[in-house]
């Protein structure tokens, strides 16, 4: 896992502007703390910062391949490729020679064999870009499911990219805008694909290329989701979701360098985590390291809330008896989450605020301790949206609603434009952005993509659309944050669930056998019966814990009430002054209303990055009145990036 930068401009003589690429690739530094190469040429530079992972002395970027000594083609990467080992003999017996036992070299050597359709042939997560010297061209790829961020700004000359928008904005040549288009994805739960939140900046669609020449860019689609005959039975079925996820996780584990897993004592981590250490159990290794995150008191203090029936700790607690895993907990109370430079450091790592509160900076905090003792960590990210676990999708109303699930949810428990993280905001503000709107027409959008088979009844048909919508929406979202939040302390992180032969075999399993027993992920639960504990094979989904600690409630209530006291704070003009005013007032020992709570979470973290203290600072030019006017924004706010 790296950061990579480049710069493509037919128009002017890059070898005079290595100052421009090395302060992109500086702004990567986190992504990278092994090391940080540059490569010049005319027309192309590429920057990389590296994460170690395999063939730690090999595989140095942006690595080149040369004839006649001679570079021919120039290579920034980021990701794994997890069948290198099948390409690489693959493409010896095709002639190419290999200098190191990096699938860095497997990934450049991919494109001299295959060219433009070298993604269709890498399994794994990935975003790279080849220079090539010979053609003057420049190809980007993204994977299937877009695990791996790669950001691109159209220029008059060419191209710049990178995986994250920083490095972009570090370049002096992308103007830090953010428009109403903008300012909706950042609060939104449903992402746009390709759509970023900074105005002159686009996402590389997952499964695409684009292809940058002299006259122009193209963009091609190597994959897509397809709808194809289920012809398995239900006992077929389930073993082959087994032997999928064992092939899957066993490959995951190829690294150079400490691995472990992340557990909740949920059934997906648990899954990963039983199958990861089996398999390294039958290699000879020693047990897979495994962290779980809890709070002070949470396990003896938990209330249970509309999305959380059970703590986590008891259950990761026993997951990691049953199998014999090497057992940590990380436990945070409120100084931790409350410590202004980590919550600075989790905003800084995704470019802005988010709707998701305490969840951000737990994350984060997570990923950080768990650097201190890997390098890599398998997660169960992804088997909620394909098998069906959560609970709105078993809950008519939401399904039926033309809406997506999540969103009707939300508006169920909180109303109208004040969703999720938007409720202290201007109403001037919000109605200009016109959420619900927004949300309708990015849900009809997605439901014309959604690939189906012929002659499906009403709920097969429906059930289909949902788990698109999750895969296509609401998936995107989940992957940057937890790509962003990790690699914030270099920690790569990976995901057996996203694996694209398992996301296509299940998205064409009939609704019927996912919940064959009237449970949320009644197929996975199927087929590793054998494996897990009935408690943890009997569980409700939980999600991801958020404090329930009063402390920390009553914290965030004086760090907002001091923001409103101070008539110079940035936020106060996107805000309705009242409406904060009585959030403060409101009793902060129900600590458990976490969906209140990310509101006064969201107006801190927008005060942060107004603030400009060290990070992207957001300069709003509005004309919206304190208190509930319905004065609409005249001006798109904008962001001004400051690299520290």
């Known amino acids: 896992m790296c950061g990579i930068a480049g710069w493509v401009d037919f128009g002017r003589d890059l070898t005079e502007e290595r100052p421009t690429v090395e302060a992109m690739t500086d702004a990567l530094a986190s992504r990278g703390p092994d090391a940080r190469g540059i490569w010049l040429s005319p ?30 083609a120039v290579l920034t990467y980021s990701g794994e490729v997890y069948n290198f080992r099948e390409l690489r003999a693959e493409l010896e017996s095709r002639g190419h020679e290999f200098r190191t036992r990096s699938d860095t070299e497997v990934v450049l050597r991919s494109y001299l064999g295959w060219g433009e359709d070298c993604g269709s042939h890498l399994e794994g997560m990935f975003a790279f870009g080849v220079w090539d010297v010979r053609a003057r061209e420049l190809l980007l790829v993204r994977d299937r499911l877009g695990i791996k961020p790669l950001f691109f700004t159209e ?13 972009l904005l570090a370049s002096g040549l992308v103007r830090p805008a953010v428009d109403a288009d903008g300012l909706r994805e950042l609060f939104s739960t449903a992402k746009t694909p390709g759509q970023a939140v900074f105005r002159d900046m ?3 669609l997952p499964g695409h290329t684009l292809r940058i020449r002299p006259g122009g860019s193209v963009s091609r689609e190597y994959w897509r989701l397809q709808a194809r005959p289920h012809t398995d039975d239900l006992d077929g079925t389930i073993a082959h979701v087994r032997s999928l996820l064992t092939d899957i996780v066993t490959r995951e584990l190829v690294a150079d360098v400490p691995l472990c897993s992340l557990l909740s004592g949920g059934i997906d981590s648990s899954t990963v985590t039983a199958l990861a250490n089996a398999a390294r159990l039958a290699q000879g290794d020693e047990p897979v390291r495994t962290l779980t995150t809890t709070f002070v008191g949470y396990a003896e203090n938990f209330q249970q809330d509309d999305t959380r029936d059970t703590p986590d700790g008891p259950y ?6 049953y199998v014999g895993t090497d057992h940590t907990d990380i436990v945070l109370g409120t100084a931790d989450l409350m410590d202004p430079d980590a919550r600075l450091a989790a905003l800084i790592c995704q470019d802005m605020p988010t709707t998701l509160g305490d969840m951000d900076i737990s994350a984060y905090l ?11 960590a398998l997660t169960g990210e992804t088997a909620d949206e394909i098998f069906a676990g959560f609970k709105w999708l078993h809950e008519a109303d939401q399904v039926e609603a033309e809406n997506y699930p999540w969103v009707a949810r939300e508006k169920r428990m909180v109303g109208g434009q004040s969703g999720q993280g ?19 027409d990015s849900y009809h959008q997605a439901k014309a993509e959604v690939p189906h088979q012929d002659g499906e009844d009403r709920a097969e048909f429906r059930m289909r659309e949902q788990t698109y919508f999750h895969l296509a929406r609401w998936l995107p979202m989940l992957l940057d944050r937890d790509d962003r939040l990790a690699m914030a302390s270099g920690l790569e992180t990976r995901v057996p669930f996203c694996d694209h032969r398992l996301i296509e075999y299940v998205y064409n399993t009939p609704w019927r056998f996912k919940n064959f027993d009237g449970r949320e992920k009644s197929l996975l639960r199927a087929a590793v019966k054998d494996l897990l504990p009935k408690s943890i094979l009997d569980r409700p989904k939980s999600p991801y814990p958020v404090t329930q600690d009063p402390s920390y409630t009553r914290a965030l209530h004086r760090e907002m009430a001091d923001v409103l006291a101070d008539s110079n704070s940035p936020v106060l003009p996107l805000l309705n002054v009242e409406a904060a005013k009585r959030a403060v007032a409101e009793d902060a020992g129900v600590a458990h209303e976490w969906h209140s709570r990310m509101n006064i979470e969201m107006a801190l973290g927008f005060n942060t990055a107004l603030g400009g203290l060290r990070c992207t600072r957001l300069s709003a030019s509005t004309h919206c009145a304190n208190a509930g006017s319905s004065t609409p924004v005249r001006q798109s706010a904008s962001m001004r990036n400051k690299v520290s």
């Open 43 to 72: 027309r192309a530079t590429l920057g990389h910062t590296r994460n170690s992972i395999i063939d730690l002395a090999g595989g140095v970027q942006p690595m080149a391949a040369e004839q006649d000594g001679q570079p021919v």
């Open 155 to 167: 220029l008059p000359g060419g191209v710049l990219f990178a995986s994250e928008p920083k490095s």
């Open 202 to 204: 686009r996402e590389l």
């Open 316 to 321: 990761a607690t026993e997951l990691a008896r």
């Open 366 to 376: 997570m990923f950080r301790a768990t650097r201190e003792h890997s390098t890599v």
């Open 422 to 440: 938007r409720g202290l905001f201007d109403n001037g503000l919000m109605q200009k952005l016109d959420m619900p709107g927004y949300y309708a």
